[in-house]
């Protein structure tokens, strides 16, 4: 049974849990842990939660039925974003960034169109970017075997910062800036392609050695 001196090291222990644990917390299991009643976890939750209001801090105490979390405040909504943006910018391999490239500056376009670019099949890169809700489905290519078409959704112009696919084409360098992606990717398929067939005629020789 842990021992607190005085509601205030309720309300710390409280705030610490919620912290470390990311997610919300059932009131059940605070008053486990920390050994407390319901009157002592209602007292500390009141407490904390005008605490954090009245100091003006970047995070919120919220209040779920049964469940006690720590979420961000309104106000700090748009510096969440750039957050969020800049990761999924990290998260997206060069692979999926030159595919999303050509999906935004081409569409609609099939993915066969998408491989004849990049010189690689593209299969797994699109999975990615559609799971991402990045690009979508947009109808079927009226030709033998009906093709799937792709374009990027609102989500892809939100997450990279543009207004709309006229802002993303006409942006300052963007032009460029995928025409180089596209060069790169062409001559590292074309060194890999290289190098598997002087492998692959060393293996030979020795075989016929």
Same mark, same amino acid.
């Given at each position: 049974?842990?021992?607190?001196?005085?509601?205030?090291?309720?309300? /710390?222990?409280?705030?610490?849990?919620?912290?470390?644990?990311?997610?919300?917390? =059932?009131?059940?299991?605070?008053?486990?842990?920390?050994?407390?009643?319901? @009157?002592?976890?209602?007292?500390?939750?009141?407490?904390?939660?005008?605490?954090?209001?009245?100091?003006?801090?970047?995070?919120?105490?919220? $209040?779920?039925?049964?469940?006690?979390?720590?979420?961000?405040?309104?106000?700090?909504?748009?510096?969440?974003?750039?957050?969020? =943006?800049?990761?999924?910018?990290? /998260?997206? /391999?060069?692979?999926?960034?030159?595919?999303?490239?050509? $999906?935004?500056?081409?569409?609609?376009? =099939?993915?066969?169109?998408?491989?004849?670019?990049?010189?690689?099949?593209?299969?797994?890169?699109?999975?990615?970017?559609?799971?991402?809700?990045?690009?979508?489905?947009?109808?079927?290519?009226?030709?033998?075997?009906?093709?799937?078409?792709?374009? =990027?959704?609102?989500?892809?112009?939100?997450?990279?910062?543009?207004?709309?696919?006229?802002?993303? @084409?006409?942006?300052?360098?963007?032009?460029?800036?995928?025409?180089?992606?596209?060069?790169?990717?062409?001559?590292?398929?074309?060194?890999?392609?290289?190098?598997?067939?002087?492998?692959?005629?060393?293996?030979?020789?020795?075989?016929?050695?």
């Amino acid at each position: 049974m842990i021992n607190f001196n005085d509601n205030n090291e309720i309300e /710390s222990a409280i705030e610490s849990l919620l912290f470390a644990a990311g997610d919300s917390i =059932t009131r059940n299991n605070i008053k486990r842990i920390l050994g407390i009643d319901d @009157k002592a976890l209602e007292e500390a939750v009141e407490s904390l939660g005008k605490r954090l209001e009245e100091k003006r801090s970047g995070v919120k105490l919220l $209040v779920l039925e049964n469940r006690l979390q720590l979420g961000t405040k309104e106000e700090n909504s748009h510096f969440i974003k750039k957050l969020l =943006t800049i990761n999924e910018r990290q /998260s997206l /391999s060069k692979g999926a960034l030159e595919c999303l490239s050509i $999906v935004a500056f081409k569409q609609p376009v =099939t993915r066969v169109q998408i491989d004849e670019i990049r010189g690689v099949n593209s299969d797994y890169v699109i999975q990615k970017l559609a799971e991402k809700e990045i690009i979508k489905e947009i109808g079927r290519l009226d030709s033998p075997g009906r093709p799937i078409i792709y374009g =990027t959704t609102d989500d892809f112009l939100i997450q990279f910062g543009f207004s709309s696919l006229d802002e993303f @084409k006409d942006k300052s360098g963007a032009n460029e800036a995928f025409k180089d992606l596209i060069e790169n990717e062409k001559k590292e398929n074309e060194n890999e392609e290289k190098n598997r067939d002087l492998k692959n005629g060393k293996d030979n020789n020795h075989k016929d050695n």
